[in-house]
């Protein structure tokens, strides 16, 4: 699947699903906060879908609401929610798992997140090579591959060298620099928020009241 393989936005095509909502006979799941869907998020879902294409399995892309890093007060959310689950669905995955991040869910173990991917089936599973999961980030990569087929890519990186990633966006607004994160995030003229588009916002207000 080529770079531009991103479609238009059409959630007939993609099916939104809560944590522990979806069981799955197989499967390729990528996992992530996605906030902005940014060139290194946008990396992570070609590779997640081409490999599900290849296998001929459903393609899930497995996210938190809100980011992590927005639960616990050390940044602010680059996009809403609706914004980034449009993006998202552009890739056309099949499946897209929307987990609460809550008091509730942050508290979960490890080996409790690992047991609801079991639940998907995964015949791999892709992530960026800063990933944690499970309560005090004590899940790695490493701890991934030992229970599923487990490919880590390394980081997308801007004309400079410096890594492309949500930190660097913000960090880029609030110096002013409006137009170096826009070119980070890569979305000028992709999304549209056309009448078109208005019963697909309508079906994500279901996971998003």
């Not at 099916?15 to 902005?36: K, N, P, Q, W």
């Not at 892309?61 to 890093?69: C, E, N, R, S």
């Not at 991917?117 to 899940?139: M, N, T």
Request: charged residues 25%.
């Amino acid at each position: 699947m080529g770079k531009n393989s991103a479609r238009g936005f059409d959630s007939a095509t993609v099916a939104f699903h809560r944590d522990g909502e979806l069981a799955l006979d197989a499967s390729v799941v990528t996992i992530g906060a996605f906030d902005g869907v940014h060139r290194g998020h946008q990396e992570l879902l070609r590779q997640t879908i081409a490999a599900a294409r290849r296998r001929g399995v459903p393609a899930v892309v497995y996210t938190f609401d809100p980011p992590p890093k927005v639960y616990f007060g050390q940044a602010e959310a680059l996009i809403p929610l609706h914004e980034k689950l449009e993006r998202i669905a552009t890739f056309a995955p099949d499946h897209v798992v929307v987990a609460e991040f809550n008091q509730i869910y942050v508290r979960r173990t490890a080996t409790e997140f690992l047991a609801e991917l079991r639940r998907l089936q995964p015949r791999e599973v892709i992530v960026g090579e800063d990933f944690r999961f499970g309560s005090c980030k004590g899940g790695t990569a490493q701890l991934l591959r030992q229970h599923f087929d487990t490919r880590v890519l390394p980081p997308v990186r801007c004309g400079n060298g410096e890594i492309v990633s949500s930190s660097r966006i913000r960090s880029l607004r609030r110096s002013g620099l409006a137009a170096a994160a826009a070119a980070l995030e890569n979305w000028r003229g992709i999304v549209t928020t056309s009448p078109g588009n208005r019963s697909s916002l309508a079906q994500l207000e279901v996971i998003n009241p």
